[in-house]
């Protein structure tokens, strides 16, 4: 299944982190545009996406054709980048097509476009990121030779369509930009889906693992339900989730009969009899996993 996320800017005003936590698997967030503009949400987006562990990307909007001042916008958004720790990549926006910037980018040839993200790439990978494109399908094939960009770049594709119809080749998808999350207040959110890992992407449990013992059969809610629920689906139990209430890694937080019969299975599988959830159960239910995501 592919992963799901959004990506965001000062757009989406004051973002309250902890009710996105579970909601996604990743998100990018606007760092820069231009040659010397910040995105006003940058620092606070980060910092609370990391907070909440959700994994991030970044991306720096492109204005210039212009050499120099292209130049001074990838300056730009690697001094923003000083220091911080990505897991998904550091994306360039290619996108603007406005004659004010004097040649805007979109402006150039397709031969000096792909000569511009090459360079752009090649700074971004030796900052220590993964280089990302981040272009819409007319983009990627009328103004992008895609096939002279390096292997190990990330194509985020954006298309707003059930499907795509873009043929070549793409990492992510930006399917959507009127979506909506409880945590986001303004009005059409950028929904993305992406298709592969990253090796420094650790897709553990999303959940804190809770540190008290749960007594037998007792109905219990929140995180601590989330937390077993989500090792007792990996380990191929049904837990008798709400459709209707599931978040996207599949839990709804209400740990009644089915969770512990669940419970149960995997604490007799285990040899340790029937009982409360305490520190052994849990750590034979973290044994007992048959999908372990990396």
């Known amino acids: ?23 996604v698997d990743f998100v990018i967030v606007k760092s820069t545009h231009g040659m010397n503009d910040t995105d006003e949400q940058w620092e606070r987006n980060y910092a609370e996406a990391k907070r909440v562990g ?18 001074k916008e990838v300056d730009n958004f690697l001094s923003k980048l000083a220091g911080k720790k990505l897991e998904f990549p550091a994306f360039i926006d290619f996108e603007e097509t406005d004659p004010k910037f004097k040649p805007p980018l979109g402006a150039l040839s397709i031969e000096k476009i792909t000569a511009y993200a090459i360079k752009a790439l090649d700074r971004i990978r030796k900052a220590g990121f993964k280089p990302g494109i981040y272009a819409n399908k007319y983009w990627l094939i009328n103004h992008l030779n895609v096939n002279k960009l390096p292997n190990d770049v990330i194509i985020w594709l954006a298309e707003y369509n ?24 303004s009005i059409g959110i950028d929904m993305n889906y992406c298709y592969r890992g990253f090796p420094n992407l650790k897709r553990g449990c999303p959940y804190s693992e809770p540190s008290e013992t749960i007594p037998h ?6 995180e601590a339900a989330r ?40 604490v007799t599988n285990a040899g340790l009899g029937n009982g409360d959830a305490g520190p052994k159960t849990r750590e034979a239910l973290k044994k007992q996993q048959k999908c372990k995501i990396n």
């Open 54 to 71: 959700i994994p991030i990307g970044a991306y720096h909007y492109f204005y210039y054709g212009d050499e120099a001042k292209h130049h």
């Open 162 to 185: 059930t499907k795509p119809t873009y043929k070549g080749h793409y990492d992510l998808w930006q399917y959507s930009d009127k979506g909506s999350m409880d945590g986001i207040t």
């Open 217 to 222: 059969r007792k109905n219990f809610t929140g």
């Open 1 to 23: 299944m592919p992963l799901k996320g959004i990506d965001v800017s000062k757009y989406q005003g004051k973002i309250d982190w902890d009710k996105l936590k579970g909601k």
């Open 227 to 266: 937390w077993f629920q989500w090792h007792l689906i990996h380990a191929g139990y049904d837990c008798g989730v709400k459709e209707t209430e599931a978040d996207t890694y599949g839990t709804d937080g209400l740990a009644y009969s089915k969770t512990w019969d669940a419970i149960d299975a995997i």
